[in-house]
């Protein structure tokens, strides 16, 4: 079973690239948002690999980072969610928004990915709303070696909304409920004023977060 592959990337198109390992050349099928955040060809790579194995065939899937792999095992355990379709969910959404669209049950930013209707949009975020918001807290803990007395953060999201996560779930508040409430936060100062994820402050985030949950 391969779990790793390191070497020099050959190339790469929309949705899979080639990797030399030692003068074999390895067929890896990336979400886009993945290969947009690859080298360029020549250059060295290095991705965690799930390795699928059927009765014709073995296929490779990367990922950059151990999360990302995460969510697309999870993905792929919905009934109806294919290897493929969970790779292009994540290409679609990226890590933040899967988790954003399953705390806020919204199933219309599932159903943006080609091949996803709005029945099974619904399942997905049915299905995984109950440990979907804390897939990425439980990856972040295992690699920070944090204890299960440490507020837990979120190591897919920007660092304003990581801090605000651990601010609300230590002033008491569930896990799933913080993370719907700043998702809905995060939303809200986007389409007022325009900003980036990663351009919304800390105390923005708990602002709303906080009004959120004592609606």
């Not at 995984?128 to 990856?139: E, I, N, S, V």
């Amino acid at each position: 079973m391969i779990a790793q592959l390191k070497g020099i990337l050959d190339y790469c198109t929309d949705d899979c690239v080639v990797i030399d390992v030692g003068g074999v050349g390895y067929l890896v099928h990336c979400a886009r948002t993945t290969i947009g955040q690859l080298p360029q060809p020549g250059e060295a790579i290095a991705l965690h690999i799930e390795t699928q194995v059927r009765e014709d065939s073995i296929t490779l899937f990367g990922f950059l980072a151990r999360h990302e792999q995460e969510w697309f095992r999870i993905l792929n355990g919905v009934q109806g969610v294919g290897a493929k379709l969970a790779l292009a969910i994540l290409g679609t959404l990226g890590v933040d928004g899967i988790a954003d669209a399953i705390a806020l049950q919204d199933k219309t930013a599932v159903a943006r990915t080609n091949g996803v209707g709005p029945k099974l949009a619904g399942r997905i975020v049915n299905e995984l709303k109950d440990k979907g918001p804390h897939l990425a807290l439980r990856t972040g803990n295992a690699a920070s070696g944090q204890t299960a007395n440490t507020a837990p953060t979120d190591q897919t999201q920007p660092a304003a909304f990581q801090d605000a996560l651990s601010a609300l779930v230590n002033l008491g508040y569930k896990e799933a409920d913080a993370h719907r409430a700043l998702a809905t936060a995060r939303r809200s100062l986007a389409a007022r004023d325009g900003a980036a994820a990663d351009e919304i402050t800390l105390d923005e985030l708990i602002r709303i977060g906080l009004r959120e949950l004592s609606a």
